[in-house]
């Protein structure tokens, strides 16, 4: 018996008592009279594994129903139900809900159970697959990307900031896969290690380069494409990459499209992530930067409008100063961490990670580190 629950929906009392009947014993099951029914439990009890709606209810019908929990909660199985068995409905049905099953009426207990074992069987699988990037694969690049960052801190110094602003834009418009964003904002520079130390310091500067200079760091997306399209799995990720750069043409004003576009959208957010940042490690201040992307109509104006209610590094308003040994993953630094001679060994803003800490230790005997050390504290940490 699976302990993952199924919602039922049907605006015919009779129907969903039957179901009940004969299905209680091998399924968790919750009932819903109504689409509106439907999506009020789902929001006060929280997501299932399946939904089976009938297609005709008065107010929100089937259709419309499963298209909202599409949307809602993309993890959901769908399944309808109808008395109406033509292909125009069917067809409406997939292709505006993904509609995992198409079952007509009457069903029998055996064709519903059947559906209702796949369906539980796909939800299995969508959340192995979950698990499966939460836990294997993007610890597996945040791993590779502190590493890399050992090697060239300039290259690898704002991917956690990068992520955490195409995480925040994709989290607000509710995109289903965000984790391919996420993972092209923490891999969007491993072409940079191609490149001359000096000339990505002065890219990130905003210093002006040379043809060949210039050429180098534009070619630095197709690079990082070719080698992250050999990961099965994350051709779009590599997609979005090699799409990074600033567009050179104007917003075309198809804004309903773009969300369409897994790709076309995700390369959007790392563009708008990637010189929005720069601005901001240049000088400007948020609003500065934000009106000056806002001046450029190279991005679509509702995905800045997104961004513009982006906090950001405002949430650090405190900063502590501390010793090197009490640095832990994930703090911020307020400033420089520097060497006895100077050396920049982390930046600012920089999120610090474990390999950087174990760097740290290292270098403390070596060379010395100044101290003591100024991170940013949360307003959680400042609270407390």
Same mark, same amino acid.
């Given at each position: 018996?699976?302990?993952?629950?199924?919602?039922?929906?049907?605006?015919?009392?009779?129907?969903?008592?039957?179901?009940?009947?004969?299905?209680?014993?091998?399924?968790?099951?919750?009932?819903? &009279?109504?689409? #509106?029914?439907?999506?009020?439990?789902?929001?006060?009890?929280?997501?299932?594994?399946?939904?089976?709606?009938?297609?005709?209810?008065? /107010?929100?019908?089937?259709?419309?129903?499963?298209?909202?929990?599409?949307?809602?909660?993309?993890?959901?199985?769908?399944?309808?139900?109808?008395?109406?068995?033509?292909?125009?409905?069917?067809?409406?049905?997939?292709?505006?809900?993904?509609?995992?099953?198409?079952?007509?009426?009457?069903?029998?207990?055996?064709?519903?159970?059947?559906?209702?074992?796949?369906?539980?069987?796909?939800?299995?699988?969508?959340?192995?697959?979950?698990?499966?990037?939460?836990?294997?694969?993007?610890?597996?690049?945040? +791993?590779?990307?502190?590493?890399?960052?050992?090697?060239? &801190?300039? &290259?690898?110094?704002?991917?956690?900031?990068?992520?955490?602003?195409?995480?925040?834009?994709?989290?607000?418009?509710?995109?289903?896969?965000?984790?391919?964003?996420?993972?092209?904002?923490?891999?969007?520079?491993?072409?940079?290690?191609?490149?001359?130390?000096? +000339?990505?310091?002065?890219?990130?500067? /905003?210093?002006?380069?040379?043809?060949? #200079?210039?050429?180098?760091?534009?070619?630095?997306?197709?690079?990082?494409?070719?080698?992250?399209?050999?990961?099965?799995?994350?051709?779009?990720?590599?997609?979005?990459?090699?799409?990074?750069?600033?567009?050179? #043409?104007?917003?075309?004003?198809?804004?309903?499209?773009?969300?369409?576009?897994?790709?076309?959208?995700?390369?959007?957010?790392?563009?708008?992530?990637?010189?929005?940042?720069?601005?901001?490690?240049?000088?400007?201040?948020?609003?500065?930067?934000?009106?000056?992307?806002?001046?450029?109509?190279?991005?679509? !104006?509702?995905?800045?409008?997104?961004?513009?209610?982006?906090? /950001?590094?405002?949430?650090?308003?405190?900063?502590?100063?501390?010793?090197?040994?009490?640095?832990? !993953?994930?703090?911020?630094?307020?400033?420089?961490?520097?060497?006895?001679?100077?050396?920049?060994?982390?930046?600012?803003?920089?999120?610090?990670?474990?390999?950087?800490?174990?760097?740290?230790?290292?270098?403390?005997?070596?060379?010395?580190?100044?101290? !003591?050390?100024?991170?940013?504290?949360?307003?959680?940490?400042?609270?407390?």
């Amino acid at each position: 018996m699976s302990t993952e629950t199924i919602l039922l929906v049907d605006d015919e009392p009779y129907v969903l008592d039957a179901i009940r009947r004969q299905l209680r014993s091998s399924f968790t099951l919750w009932t819903a &009279a109504s689409g #509106e029914e439907a999506l009020q439990i789902l929001k006060t009890k929280g997501s299932c594994a399946v939904v089976v709606s009938d297609m005709s209810m008065p /107010g929100m019908g089937g259709i419309e129903l499963l298209a909202k929990v599409k949307s809602l909660y993309p993890q959901t199985i769908r399944i309808m139900l109808t008395g109406h068995a033509d292909l125009e409905n069917a067809i409406e049905a997939v292709n505006t809900g993904q509609i995992f099953r198409f079952l007509t009426k009457p069903c029998s207990v055996s064709v519903l159970e059947f559906a209702l074992r796949q369906g539980l069987r796909q939800y299995e699988l969508l959340q192995a697959e979950r698990d499966l990037l939460n836990n294997t694969l993007k610890k597996s690049i945040k +791993v590779l990307c502190e590493l890399l960052g050992l090697a060239n &801190a300039s &290259a690898f110094r704002s991917s956690y900031r990068l992520r955490e602003i195409a995480v925040y834009m994709a989290e607000r418009l509710t995109i289903g896969k965000k984790w391919q964003i996420e993972i092209a904002a923490l891999l969007s520079q491993v072409g940079c290690v191609t490149l001359p130390r000096d +000339v990505l310091e002065k890219y990130h500067a /905003g210093i002006p380069l040379g043809a060949q #200079e210039m050429q180098m760091c534009e070619s630095h997306p197709q690079v990082a494409e070719k080698l992250i399209s050999q990961i099965p799995r994350l051709e779009k990720v590599a997609a979005i990459i090699g799409m990074q750069m600033p567009p050179k #043409e104007q917003w075309d004003g198809e804004h309903e499209a773009l969300i369409r576009d897994e790709v076309r959208l995700g390369a959007q957010i790392l563009q708008i992530a990637l010189a929005y940042d720069r601005l901001l490690g240049q000088g400007e201040s948020q609003a500065s930067a934000l009106a000056l992307l806002q001046g450029q109509s190279l991005y679509d !104006p509702e995905l800045l409008a997104v961004l513009a209610e982006y906090e /950001g590094r405002i949430r650090y308003g405190n900063i502590a100063r501390i010793s090197y040994q009490d640095l832990l !993953p994930g703090m911020v630094m307020a400033e420089d961490v520097l060497a006895k001679d100077g050396a920049v060994l982390i930046w600012k803003d920089e999120e610090v990670s474990w390999a950087k800490i174990q760097s740290l230790d290292s270098l403390s005997s070596y060379i010395g580190i100044q101290e !003591p050390l100024v991170v940013y504290l949360n307003n959680q940490e400042a609270a407390g």
